[in-house]
């Protein structure tokens, strides 16, 4: 089991940075991939960020350039840099965990469904 708690979402203008935070808890793997999701209002779930147990990351073409994901393995926690938010960028965020399968990369675009464990959400607003 592998407990998930987002922090640091909240509201900002257009062009502004927020630095969302998810402390992890609970067993603990080798073999792992840390994912940032978000879902706005009417809309799937889709991946933001993805990142292994060794720091290789992995975006989405609308994160990249904008979005930094980072793993601090000693205090178990994932964080996403976001810098340059639009209003697209609005939604609820979500960090999730999944066991890695032998070599198979950690992708931005690996499905919802593939993740085994998730927080809560933090909300991201952005106004023009």
């Known amino acids: 089991q592998v407990q998930l708690v987002e922090s640091g979402g909240g509201s900002v203008q257009s062009g502004g940075s927020l630095r969302l935070s998810c402390a992890a808890s609970?067993?603990?793997?080798?073999?792992?991939?840390m994912g940032w999701f978000r879902q706005a209002p009417g809309k799937e779930r889709e991946g933001v960020a993805a990142?292994?147990?060794?720091?290789?990351?992995s975006y989405a073409d609308s994160a990249k350039g904008r979005f930094t994901i980072s793993l601090d393995n000693a205090k178990k926690t994932l964080y996403l840099q976001m810098i340059s938010l639009n209003p697209e960028d609005t939604g609820m965020y979500y960090c999730?965990?999944?066991?890695?399968?032998?070599?198979?990369?950690?992708?931005?675009?690996?499905?919802?469904?593939?993740?085994?464990?998730w927080g809560q959400g933090t909300q991201v607003t952005v106004s023009s």
């Open positions: 990142i292994d147990m060794d720091g290789t990351t």
């Open positions: 609970g067993d603990t793997y080798s073999r792992y991939c």
């Open positions: 999730a965990f999944k066991l890695r399968w032998r070599s198979t990369p950690c992708s931005a675009t690996d499905r919802a469904s593939a993740y085994a464990y």
